[in-house]
């Protein structure tokens, strides 16, 4: 069977063979017409994560795509950003490298040319932080302003997200700058508040992100179990190992972050949380939920059922300690490693891994809203949820086709089909949203900021205690978001019986 692609003016033919328990198919991705990959299986998983593995910004590979080595480059300064601000709240870094306890001081004659006085700000802790993010988000909001309602990659405009490096990083720099020029008095009061208010508007977003992968994972895989055993076992296993990921979890909560002689708060909230996961579960079954969703099942229960999980857990490991005196002793309990009589440092392993998990959480919200938003439209949000899968498949969050927004139904082409270059130029389109793009990180580094300097308790906030001690305001924020989720889920199996 021979295939034939088109790739830019030029015809690109592959010859797929098949075989018994084999087929390989070839597609053409959104991201123009340059953009022809193989889609095996590997493909198909590969294309739900951050960016698409399999493509390298190397000009000797067909698969390269402008727009995917754009969407990279966005993502290692947003990663370089991120770490600076690391470095810049750790006191342990600024004692050993500059050796200053109480952090850097700006130079004081640039100080008094600046600000007419010697009262500088600090280029440390949390108002470096502050001052970093300031500019990476006003980096990436400018953009966003600047590409809405583009759609084309031929666009001029579309070269503002993919060229001027140089530009754009001298660009960043400036705006880092500035931010660090302006005291502290006019920066904190209303930068604070601003990024209090981004950082709750990435947190939901990333609950409906969640639950839309989820949904769809579901729906789409209890497609093809309908018609083939094969995609069952699939779906048995997948939710078989989600359960077993988030018991695994529960137990290990229980051992570290409880102990018999206190930790009362998290032993009311882990078995709360449990018994959300176990009411998410027998309402994804009940027969009324299934006579009017037929999508629910327990594989998208047992999805968010692990995530409830794990912001259970870095709810617990952003609270503070509990102290108690026991046979004269103080004694520091409710997190790992405390729970010994002798003294204990606190653990990092649990600081590395809950940083680890969160900062995936943002890449994956960053880069998938931005493809949603492009082929759903503006209310995505609504749309992901009633998308109809023609066939299974394992690329099940990476939908092929949409109806159009004036209600014209819109069908995929054959991949046989051939079309010719002209009409291959005319129906080019992003393959993911460069606005909703920049948009999302300029959230995702409101929300990077108030995470790393404690939310509402800023003042003080240092990189060793934000994951190992942390403070209540962090530990009731990551506590509502929980329950956000639950009550997203919750309306999602709802919301057919209105």
């Not at 993502?75 to 050796?99: D, K, M, N, P, Y």
């Not at 023609?390 to 159009?404: A, D, G, I, N, Y």
Request: aromatic share 12%; proline share 5%; with cysteine.
């Amino acid at each position: 069977m021979d295939l034939h692609l088109t790739s830019g003016p030029q015809m690109i033919s592959a010859e797929v063979v098949t075989g018994r328990g084999t087929t390989l198919s070839l597609a053409q991705q959104h991201s123009g017409a340059s953009d022809v990959v193989v889609k095996t299986p590997f493909n198909q998983v590969s294309c739900c994560g951050p960016v698409s593995w399999t493509s390298r910004c190397h000009s000797r590979l067909p698969s390269l795509s402008e727009s995917t080595c754009s969407r990279l480059l966005y993502i290692l300064l947003h990663v370089g950003a991120s770490a600076i601000c690391c470095l810049l709240l750790s006191r342990t870094v600024v004692e050993r490298v500059w050796g200053k306890a109480h952090g850097i001081q700006m130079p004081s004659v640039l100080c008094a040319h600046l600000f007419g006085s010697s009262d500088c700000p600090v280029l440390s802790g949390s108002g470096a932080v502050y001052r970093v993010c300031a500019g990476t988000a006003t980096f990436h909001l400018l953009q966003a302003v600047l590409l809405v309602r583009l759609h084309s990659p031929t666009s001029p405009r579309a070269q503002l997200h993919n060229s001027f490096w140089s530009l754009k990083l001298l660009f960043l720099l400036g705006l880092c700058a500035v931010a660090f020029c302006i005291p502290d008095e006019h920066l904190f009061p209303a930068w604070h508040y601003i990024g209090i208010c981004g950082g709750f508007i990435f947190i939901l977003l990333q609950l409906v992100l969640i639950t839309a992968f989820a949904h769809s994972w579901n729906k789409n895989w209890q497609t093809g179990a309908a018609q083939d055993c094969n995609w069952f076992l699939g779906v048995l296993l997948a939710t078989l190992g989600f359960y077993s990921i988030a018991g695994v979890g529960a137990v290990l909560l229980f051992h570290h972050y409880t102990h018999p002689d206190g930790c009362l708060l998290n032993k009311m909230l882990l078995s709360l949380h449990l018994c959300f996961c176990g009411l998410l579960s027998l309402l994804s079954i009940a027969p009324c939920i299934r006579l009017k969703h037929p999508n629910s099942g327990l594989l998208q229960a047992s999805v968010i059922s692990c995530y409830i999980m794990y912001l259970t857990f870095s709810a617990l490991s952003s609270r503070p300690p509990d102290t108690i005196t026991f046979q004269g002793q103080n004694r520091t309990l409710c997190l790992p490693g405390q729970n010994k009589p002798e003294p204990q440092t606190p653990a990092t392993s649990a600081a590395v891994l809950s940083a680890g998990i969160m900062y995936t959480c943002v890449l994956f919200a960053c880069n998938e809203a931005s493809y949603l938003a492009e082929l759903f439209g503006p209310l995505w949000i609504i749309k992901v949820y009633n998308y109809e899968f023609q066939k299974p498949s394992l690329c099940f969050c990476c939908p092929k086709t949409v109806e159009p927004e004036d209600g014209q139904s819109s069908r995929a082409r054959p991949a046989d089909q051939e079309t010719s270059p002209a009409a291959q130029v005319q129906s080019q389109h992003l393959s993911y949203s460069y606005s909703a793009f920049h948009f999302t990180f300029f959230l995702a580094s409101l929300y990077v900021m108030v995470t790393l300097t404690n939310w509402f308790s800023y003042e003080g906030a240092e990189l060793e205690k934000t994951f190992t001690k942390g403070s209540w305001a962090t530990f009731w924020v990551k506590v509502a978001s929980c329950w956000a989720c639950v009550l997203l889920y919750l309306g999602l199996l709802l919301a057919p019986l209105c």
